[in-house]
């Protein structure tokens, strides 16, 4: 479904996840995260290790005689793929074990304390398009919020900002003095959206990156 040109924030609505939200969530999740295969790629393959593969296999194709250095090309293109082959792994079995533990009673796992919840966003009560949650961290003055994932056809839209503020009043009504998230550095995008010094996002007294 195309995106409409005037979407604004009152087409959003933001609620506490229900049992029928679940295939929706449930695709929401494996997309959203899927979408990090790419970006995980961009940083690995110019890992020093890497890079030194790389170049060996430069200085032996230098090496080999004109009619074989074919095959230099050959192993660095599949040393490439196996980079990203390795990557896409790792987010594929990160995806399954979720969707076979947490991911596979959201309720139990989410929201069975006073001091969790899994909220997600709806266009119009046509669909969810968003999802963040947040739970107790190992202390009681601590909580973790995790797993915003945003449509990509809503994005640039505030949303995001939307489900973070939702996310801290729900902290500041349960007197956290403490919320922690964590990002990969592949993640740009939530790295800008967290660090954001305006926006009206309301932070808490510390929040850990």
């Known amino acids: 479904m195309p995106v409409e040109d005037k979407c604004d924030a009152s087409d959003f609505q933001i609620q506490v996840f229900e049992p029928k939200d679940y295939p929706a969530v449930k695709r929401l999740f494996i997309d959203g995260t899927m979408e990090g295969v790419a970006p995980a790629f961009k940083e690995a393959l110019p890992h020093p290790v890497n890079m030194a593969v790389l170049a060996g296999i430069a200085a032996l194709t230098y090496a080999l005689p004109g009619h074989l250095r074919w095959l230099g090309f050959v192993v660095a293109t599949a040393w490439i793929i196996a980079v990203y082959w390795c990557c896409h ?5 990160y995806v399954n074990d979720k969707l076979a533990s947490e991911m596979k009673d959201i309720e139990k796992h989410f929201l069975s304390s006073p001091g969790d919840c899994y909220w997600v966003a709806e266009h119009k009560k046509l669909k969810v398009i968003g999802g963040m949650v947040m739970g107790d961290e190992d202390t009681a003055e601590s909580c973790e919020m995790f ?3 945003v449509d990509r056809q809503y994005r640039r839209r505030g949303l995001g900002v939307r489900l973070t503020q939702t996310v801290l009043d729900f902290a500041q009504k349960h ?6 998230l964590e990002t990969t550095k592949a993640q740009k995008a939530a790295q800008k959206l967290y660090l954001k010094k305006n926006g009206g996002v309301f932070w ?6």
């Open 175 to 180: 007197e956290y003095k403490k919320c922690v």
């Open 147 to 149: 797993r915003m994932i």
């Open 204 to 209: 808490p007294r510390d929040v850990i990156l």
């Open 89 to 93: 792994m790792f987010y594929a079995f």
